[in-house]
């Protein structure tokens, strides 16, 4: 067996001990004399597994007991429109364009109400978070939308923006158990679980209890309300099981490995190590104003496509995978999720370093 670095940024590297313990009890889980995958979502050993998923998501990040957990599918696209039929109740709301999934979520927004653009980096390539300081919120809104960390563009909100009252909707796909959240500065955050957390299928959605109501939008399909997979404790219809059961496993990883706060201070220290050398490199340039770097996703360019296609290639061959930038900008990115070691991350830096005095 032999595994590579994997710096994809989505579906993405998981820990290999979870990997490892998915192996270990792949054709019987416990005593149950079944794998995960051929249960019933009904039983007593899924049940056990779900409520212990949940309850481990609510300690690491310390959920309060006024906001439900949901586990939905249909990933990021189908929370770009969950989110409108659910809460635009005065069919207004206001977004906040940082990069392609805010783009992708304000347009499908748009097939429902309102949609006002209260602030946006579009005009240099979404290198940066606009100032949210003083945002021209529309009265009637009934959310203001961000996508919090820009997996594609590498920016993160270092501070979350004043929505002046309205409840706060945001996109933590990309950096969902990065670091700690306070979950009450939101009326819904959510993360698709196949960058940081787990198998592509599950989405984690976690909401104010308030926020979930009947009254919806007209023609609202039964799975597409909140309300559905609150009042059945996400068992409306079959769950993803298995991925529901390796995101508990990663819950407990994460536990084990002292929590939100200790991979917070992993993730800044990985970080540091690339960007520190991106600053320092007279061949590779991260692409983001500093202040707005992302600790999850790290873009960066030669400025020669040519030598970019080079180092790809190289690196590849070498065994770190998943390099090239997304296909909208091109370049490289390394995305630097929580199951990334700071061995990864190094050997990567070593072999630029490498590869920039042969190249120079
Ligand atoms: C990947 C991603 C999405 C889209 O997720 P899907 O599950 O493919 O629909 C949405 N938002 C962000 C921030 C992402 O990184």
């Known amino acids: 067996?032999?595994?590579?670095?994997?710096?994809?940024?989505?579906?993405?590297?998981?820990p290999e001990e979870v990997l490892r313990q998915c192996a270990a009890e792949m054709l019987e889980y416990g005593t149950s004399g079944m794998s995960v995958m051929e249960m019933s979502h009904r039983s007593k050993d899924f049940e056990a597994i779900l409520d212990q998923a949940e309850a481990d998501l609510r300690e690491l990040v310390g959920i309060p007991e006024n906001y439900k957990v949901l586990f939905l599918q249909g990933g990021g696209n189908t929370q770009f429109a969950m989110v409108p039929m659910n809460l635009m109740r005065n069919k207004v709301a206001d977004y906040i364009l940082t990069?392609?999934?805010?783009?992708?979520?304000?347009?499908?927004?748009?097939?429902?109400?309102?949609?006002?653009?209260?602030?946006?980096?579009?005009?240099?390539?979404?290198?940066y978070i606009p100032d949210c300081s003083d945002l021209p919120v529309s009265p009637d809104a009934d959310y203001v939308y961000i996508c919090q960390n820009n997996t594609i563009y590498g920016t993160v909100f270092k501070t979350l923006p004043d929505t002046k009252g309205k409840d706060l909707v945001s996109d933590v796909s990309s950096m969902l158990l990065s670091e700690p959240m306070d979950v009450t500065k939101y009326g819904v955050v959510w993360g698709g679980v196949q960058k940081n957390v787990g198998p592509a299928g599950v989405t984690i959605v976690?909401?104010?209890?308030?926020?979930?109501?009947?009254?919806?939008?007209?023609?609202?399909?039964?799975?597409?309300?909140y309300k559905t997979h609150a009042d059945n404790k996400s068992l409306y219809n079959t769950p993803p099981c298995w991925n529901i059961y390796v995101c508990g496993l990663v819950f407990k990883w994460l536990k084990a490995m002292g929590g939100l706060e200790e991979m917070q201070r992993r993730n800044i220290a990985k970080a540091k190590v690339l960007y520190d050398f991106l600053d320092q490199s007279e061949l590779f340039h991260g692409t983001v104003r500093k202040e707005d770097r992302s600790l999850m996703n790290v873009p960066f360019v030669t400025g020669n496509e040519d030598i970019d296609k080079k180092f790809i290639a190289a690196a590849t061959?070498?065994?770190?995978?998943?390099?090239?930038?997304?296909?909208?900008?091109?370049?490289?990115?390394?995305?630097?999720?929580?199951?990334?070691?700071?061995?990864?991350?190094?050997?990567?830096?070593?072999?630029?370093?490498?590869?920039?005095?042969?190249?120079?």
């Open 1 to 14: 067996m032999s595994r590579v670095y994997n710096f994809s940024a989505g579906p993405a590297c998981l």
């Open 99 to 127: 990069g392609q999934w805010a783009k992708k979520a304000a347009a499908e927004a748009k097939l429902y109400g309102q949609v006002n653009i209260i602030a946006s980096s579009a005009d240099k390539t979404f290198s």
């Open 206 to 225: 976690i909401i104010r209890e308030d926020l979930i109501r009947e009254d919806v939008l007209p023609g609202t399909p039964t799975m597409l309300r």
């Open 317 to 360: 061959a070498a065994g770190f995978k998943n390099l090239k930038g997304h296909r909208t900008v091109g370049g490289m990115r390394a995305s630097i999720y929580n199951a990334m070691p700071m061995e990864g991350v190094q050997a990567l830096v070593d072999f630029m370093a490498a590869f920039e005095k042969e190249n120079r």
